[in-house]
């Protein structure tokens, strides 16, 4: 499928892998509505580089823990750029800021389990409902969640994250049948991403244990994982898959 002329918007647009998908989308034609938090000046950069690709960018601030935040952000999005045809789901939280010792559910107090919940699992799902009817209305709308390898197998269930972002996986599937056949939603689930907020400052064993455990040798590209984005938004017949980009830590 040709996107040239499409809107997009990516949620967390402004840091490693989303601006690597901004930058991807705007070069297949796509007008881009960079989503951020926080980091003024990097959403500010990414919307600067959609720019000199010769495409229309703008910036929305979206806390998707709060639904009011969300549905200005989309109706933003819709009327600044016309519309809505893209959706990707990229914003999410590690460990928030917080230091919690593997296996201590002590220090994994209930707040701040629902503080990963409320950003990795509920927000995504806050933000298709709002895009949905935008999404609809292009008659091939399109979703796509960012979920991590960690929903396929046993690797690293231990990490306080895990279940949240493990659960992006059955919330893809739920949205797909849900807005069939208007819209399809996929997940792409990468491992672990040099250069990403989510991918950085880890000890060095963390990823030498990674490359050695990996089939091929290798943490995950976010070249590839940008790549994978970009092409479930131009298929027609996939929906409801999770495709894992890992270098072969899992396989399903």
Same mark, same amino acid.
């Given at each position: 499928?040709?996107?040239?002329?499409?809107? +997009?918007?990516?949620?967390?647009?402004?840091?490693?892998?989303?601006? #690597?998908?901004?930058?991807?989308?705007?070069?297949?034609?796509?007008?881009?509505?960079?989503?951020?938090?926080?980091?003024?000046?990097?959403? /500010?950069?990414?919307?600067? %580089?959609?720019?000199?690709?010769? #495409? &229309?960018?703008?910036?929305?601030?979206?806390? $998707?823990?709060?639904? *009011?935040?969300?549905?200005? @952000?989309?109706?933003?999005?819709?009327?600044?750029?016309? !519309?809505? /045809?893209?959706?990707?789901?990229? +914003? @999410?939280?590690?460990?928030?800021?917080?230091?919690?010792?593997?296996? /201590?559910?002590?220090?994994?107090?209930?707040?701040?389990?629902?503080?990963?919940? %409320?950003?990795?699992?509920?927000?995504?799902?806050?933000?298709? #409902?709002? +895009? *949905?009817?935008?999404? &609809? %209305?292009?008659?091939? !709308?399109?979703?796509?969640?960012?979920?991590?390898?960690?929903?396929?197998?046993?690797?690293?269930?231990?990490?306080?994250?895990?279940?949240?972002?493990?659960?992006?996986?059955?919330?893809? #599937?739920?949205?797909? %049948?849900?807005? *069939?056949?208007?819209?399809?939603?996929?997940?792409?689930?990468?491992?672990?991403?040099?250069?990403?907020?989510? !991918?950085?400052?880890?000890?060095?064993?963390?990823?030498?244990?990674? &490359?050695? &455990? @990996? +089939?091929?040798?290798?943490?995950?590209?976010?070249? /590839?994982?940008?790549? $994978?984005?970009?092409?479930?938004?131009?298929?027609?017949?996939?929906?409801?898959?999770?495709?894992?980009?890992?270098?072969?830590?899992?396989?399903?």
């Amino acid at each position: 499928m040709n996107l040239t002329n499409a809107v +997009a918007l990516v949620t967390g647009g402004s840091g490693g892998l989303g601006a #690597r998908i901004c930058h991807l989308l705007a070069a297949e034609g796509v007008d881009i509505a960079v989503g951020y938090l926080g980091g003024d000046e990097r959403a /500010d950069e990414t919307k600067k %580089a959609i720019e000199i690709l010769g #495409r &229309r960018a703008i910036t929305v601030k979206i806390d $998707q823990t709060k639904p *009011a935040s969300v549905e200005d @952000a989309v109706e933003k999005v819709g009327s600044d750029l016309g !519309g809505l /045809d893209i959706l990707v789901n990229n +914003a @999410a939280i590690a460990m928030g800021g917080h230091n919690i010792p593997l296996g /201590d559910l002590e220090a994994f107090t209930p707040e701040i389990w629902d503080e990963m919940m %409320a950003v990795n699992v509920r927000g995504p799902y806050l933000v298709a #409902r709002a +895009a *949905a009817p935008h999404l &609809r %209305a292009s008659k091939w !709308g399109r979703i796509v969640n960012i979920g991590s390898t960690l929903g396929h197998g046993d690797w690293y269930a231990d990490r306080p994250f895990a279940p949240s972002k493990a659960a992006v996986v059955p919330l893809t #599937r739920f949205l797909a %049948a849900n807005l *069939a056949p208007d819209v399809t939603v996929n997940c792409v689930a990468p491992g672990l991403m040099e250069g990403t907020a989510l !991918g950085s400052g880890g000890p060095q064993h963390l990823y030498d244990g990674w &490359r050695n &455990r @990996a +089939a091929l040798g290798v943490t995950t590209s976010i070249e /590839d994982v940008a790549g $994978q984005v970009v092409y479930l938004c131009k298929t027609s017949s996939i929906t409801g898959q999770s495709i894992v980009v890992d270098g072969g830590i899992n396989f399903h």
